[in-house]
C-alpha cells in the first residue's frame, strides 16, 4: 500500500515581531508502509555436534524489530533430555541476522553407538 501526500505551492504571509515573511513550499511525500504492517517473523535454524557445541541463526523475515529465545534440548530418543541450552536471537531489526553458539552439557561426545550420537539423541528446538 503506498500513501502520496503533496502539498503544492502555498504562499503565506507571516507577521512576527512587525517583521514580514513569504513562505512557499511544494513537497511530495511518498512511502510503502506495507512493511510496517507485517508483524515480527524470526525464524531459527540450529545445529549441535556430538560434544554438546551447537550454533543458531536467527533472521527475522517480518517488518518489525523483535527477539525470541528458544530452547535447544537434547532428547534421548530413549525419553528425557540428555541436557538443554536456552538461545536468544538478541533485538533484530526486520531484514536483520544473527547467528550465536552455545553449549549443552550431558553431550560428553556421546558415543553409545557406533552409528554416533544421533542414533540415541536428537536435538530439540522448543
Do not use: Y
Not at 550454533?55 to 534440548?73: D, L, M, Q
Not at 541450552?85 to 553449549?103: D, H, I, P, R
Amino acid at each position: 500500500m503506498k500513501i502520496e501526500i503533496e502539498v503544492g505551492a502555498i504562499g503565506a504571509l507571516v507577521t512576527l515581531f512587525g517583521a514580514a515573511a513569504i513562505v512557499a513550499a511544494a513537497v511530495v511525500f511518498t512511502t510503502d508502509l506495507s512493511p510496517l504492517r507485517q508483524p515480527t517473523n524470526i525464524e531459527n535454524e540450529c545445529s549441535i555436534n556430538g560434544l554438546g557445541n551447537g550454533s543458531c541463526t536467527f533472521h527475522n523475515s517480518g517488518g518489525k524489530k523483535g527477539n525470541v529465545c528458544i530452547t535447544a534440548a537434547v532428547v534421548k530418543r530413549t525419553g528425557g533430555d540428555a541436557g538443554s541450552a536456552k538461545v536468544c536471537s538478541g533485538n533484530l531489526e526486520a531484514g536483520g541476522v544473527s547467528q550465536l553458539t552455545f553449549f549443552v552439557s550431558g553431550m560428553d561426545g556421546r558415543k553409545d553407538s557406533v552409528l554416533g550420537w544421533q542414533s540415541v539423541c536428537h536435538l530439540s528446538l522448543r
